[in-house]
């Protein structure tokens, strides 16, 4: 069972996400979200009442998708890419803490694909972009034993990005 | 003093929340042997069910990556440094999960 785990990024992150999956449009867009885990302490409750860890988004890496066939349905961010994320991140003082990609006239759900290829401890934010317009947007993370790619909730701050 | 191996930080949690450790190794494939047994969590991650490195793995021996080296089969030395590096891959179709 995958912990329940909370993703909160602010309303002006949300916005450059759904921009760029739809500018990229009818092509998958994919970036990195640099961000850190929050201190226990700021843990939210869920619903059902059990503690859930945060993890803050406060400033995203937009890359380009390096596939060179079937961009729109799929996206690749090389070892480079995520080398120079990484480097990103570290200059704000952040971590890479997971990826976005978009959905192109398909829901924002993963695919087995997406699943196959998750890597653990990452979030994974997917915006549909339906006819060039974002739509729906979730957050997932795969399981420690790859096992389960379970939905995040996406809460909203109101702080401006970095 | 042996061949020391960054750990990328997705893994971290599984390598006990080490960022690097050092294993005595005179190939690549034999370095990520020792890490996989001192760290048996890391294996399915790392590998697929026969033993191969999964395709989103990229390993590199001082900045070299292994593909255009010998692979697995790359020597290494004391002092060499191993990174594995995550490429990210995704797409649509064939919806697997819901919330």
Redesign the interface.
């Known amino acids: 069972m995958a912990t329940a785990t909370t993703l909160k990024l602010s309303r002006e992150i949300t916005q450059k996400i759904r921009e760029h999956g739809a500018q990229s449009y009818p092509h998958e867009c994919c970036g990195a979200l640099l961000g850190h885990d929050a201190e226990e302490t700021n843990a939210v409750t869920t619903a059902g009442g059990v503690s859930a860890p945060v993890r803050e988004i406060l400033a995203l890496f937009p890359l380009v998708n390096r596939r060179e066939d079937s961009l729109h349905n799929r996206f690749s961010v090389n070892a480079e890419d995520v080398r120079d994320s990484e480097k990103a991140a570290r200059d704000k003082g952040l971590d890479v803490v997971g990826w976005y990609h978009s959905h192109p006239d398909h829901p924002a759900r993963p695919s087995q694909y997406d699943r196959e290829h998750a890597w653990p401890w990452y979030s994974y934010i997917i915006v549909s972009v339906a006819k060039g317009k974002a739509q729906e947007m979730t957050s997932w993370r795969l399981s420690d034993d790859r096992s389960e790619y379970a939905c995040e909730e996406i809460t909203m701050r109101d702080s401006a990005a970095r | 003093m042996g061949v020391k191996v960054i750990i990328p ?6 390598a006990g929340k080490r960022d690097s450790t050092e294993v005595k190794a005179t190939t690549v494939g034999e370095a990520l042997g020792r890490l996989t047994t001192e760290f048996s ?1 890391l294996r ?2 790392l590998f697929t069910d026969d033993g191969k490195l999964r395709s ?1 793995v ?1 390993v ?1 021996v001082n900045d070299e ?1 292994i593909r255009y080296l010998a692979k697995e089969n790359t020597p290494t030395k004391d002092g060499d440094t191993i990174s594995i ?15």
Do not use: E
């Not at chain 2, 490429?87 to 919330?99: E, K, M, P, V, Y």
């Open positions: 930080t997705p893994l971290r949690a599984y969590d399915k991650h989103f990229n590199y990556d590096v995550p490429s990210i891959a995704g797409g649509n179709r064939l919806a697997c999960c819901s919330c």
